[in-house]
């Protein structure tokens, strides 16, 4: 804006399990669903990662008609994460077994060492 000056945003952290909870929000777009589990599930290292077939699991929702639980198909899954890159809020590295937010959007603290990630391999 004209006639304020540019200075370093103050740093702030998030709370986990608020982005976890927002996750399970059927109202919300399936791909902000999945960011709010990488925000809400992420290491050290920035990965959220997920056994085959558990993030499908995770974004499921109660069919409140039938009481029966409904889960996205793989290729949706697979397009939610890749939305989600395209908007920038994941890293392109993520996939439907590894959701990595990007490193400019996070900061852990004091170098600690994190448990590798089981799909990139990497750790903090």
Known sequence: MKGIPARTPPWAGHLQGEWEARASNSALPLWLRVVSLAYGMHALNGHASYGPGDLGLALSTLDPETGEIQGPSRQTVHHAVKRAVEHG???????????????????????????ACIVHGVGA
Do not use: E, I, K, M
Request: aromatic share 4%.
């Open 89 to 115: 809020w994941l890293d392109p590295s993520s996939t439907g077994r590894c959701l990595v937010v990007p490193g400019n959007l996070l900061h852990s603290g004091p170098p600690q060492r994190a448990r």
